[in-house]
C-alpha cells in the first residue's frame, strides 16, 4: 500500500528567508504523481505545485520548487523568500497514474512565518 | 478556471436528522468527484468517489448507508450524512477537476451536530 510520510509536524522560517519542508512516500508503482497542497486556516485546500514521477526535472512554481528524488522516494518542498501569507499548513500528497485518481496525504506540516 | 464550490460552509444539526452538502463544479463538467474527511488537526482522508450517473465508490470502513452520495449531473454531486450522529461531527471537503484528476477543492464544510 501507498503511504506518505510528513516527519515535521510544525515548522518555523523568518519571512524573507528560505524553508524546507519533508515529505517520504512509499510506493512500488512507476507511475505516479506528487503535489504539496497548502491549507490556511480558511481550510481551503490549494495546490501549490504537482511533480510527475516520469519527469526527472524538478517542478517549480515561482518561489515554490521541489526536490523530487526518486530512488529516494522523497519529495521536499523549498519555499524562498518566505512571506507572511505563506503561513499554513503544508500537505504531501501521492496520487497513482494510469487513470487511478485517489489521493493519499501526509499528516501535514504546520508553517509559521515570523515577521 | 477550474472552480470547485462547496455549500453550505457551516452547518449544525442535531443528532438523528440528516444533512444534505453540496459540491458543485462552476466552470468545467466533473464526471468524478471525491469526498474526503478531515478531522481536526489531521489530514484528509478519502470518503468516496463520485462517478456522474453511477454508483458512488467508498473507501474500506466508510458506511455506505450513512453517507449517500448522489451525482445527478456534470456539475452536481451531494453528500447525505443520514441519522448523523455527534461522532459525525467533522470538516468534509470535495474535490474535481477536469479530466477527473481532482485536483481542484471545494472550500470544505464544517459539520457540527448536537
Known amino acids: 500500500a501507498q503511504t506518505v510520510t510528513q516527519s515535521q509536524p510544525e515548522m518555523s522560517v523568518q519571512e524573507a528567508e528560505t524553508v524546507t519542508l519533508s515529505c517520504t512516500y512509499d510506493?512500488?508503482?512507476?507511475?505516479?504523481?506528487l503535489f504539496w497542497y497548502k491549507q490556511p486556516p480558511s481550510r481551503q485546500m490549494i495546490l501549490v505545485i504537482r511533480?510527475?514521477?516520469?519527469?526527472?526535472q524538478n517542478a517549480t512554481e515561482n518561489r515554490f520548487s521541489v526536490n523530487f528524488q526518486k530512488a529516494a522516494k522523497s519529495f521536499s518542498l523549498k519555499i524562498s523568500d518566505s512571506q507572511l501569507g505563506d503561513a499554513a499548513m503544508y500537505f504531501c500528497a501521492y496520487r497513482l497514474g494510469g487513470g487511478t485518481y485517489k489521493y493519499i496525504f501526509g499528516t501535514g506540516t504546520r508553517l509559521k512565518v515570523l515577521a | 478556471g477550474a472552480v470547485v464550490s462547496q455549500h453550505p460552509s457551516r452547518v449544525i444539526c442535531k443528532s438523528g436528522t440528516s444533512v444534505k452538502i453540496e459540491c458543485r463544479s462552476l466552470d468545467f463538467q466533473a464526471t468524478t468527484m471525491f469526498w474526503y474527511r478531515q478531522f481536526p488537526k489531521q489530514s484528509l482522508m478519502l470518503m468516496a468517489t463520485s462517478n456522474e450517473g453511477s454508483k458512488a465508490t467508498y473507501e474500506q470502513g466508510v458506511e455506505k448507508d450513512k453517507f449517500l452520495i448522489n451525482h445527478a449531473s456534470l456539475t452536481l454531486s451531494t453528500l447525505t450524512v443520514t441519522s448523523a450522529h455527534p461522532e459525525d461531527s467533522s470538516f468534509y471537503i470535495c474535490?474535481?477537476?477536469?479530466?477527473?484528476?481532482?485536483?481542484?477543492f471545494g472550500s470544505g464544510t464544517r459539520l457540527t451536530v448536537v
Open positions: 474535490s474535481a477537476s477536469p479530466r477527473g484528476y481532482g485536483y481542484t
Open positions: 511533480q510527475e514521477a516520469y519527469k526527472q
Open positions: 510506493t512500488s508503482e512507476s507511475d505516479y504523481y
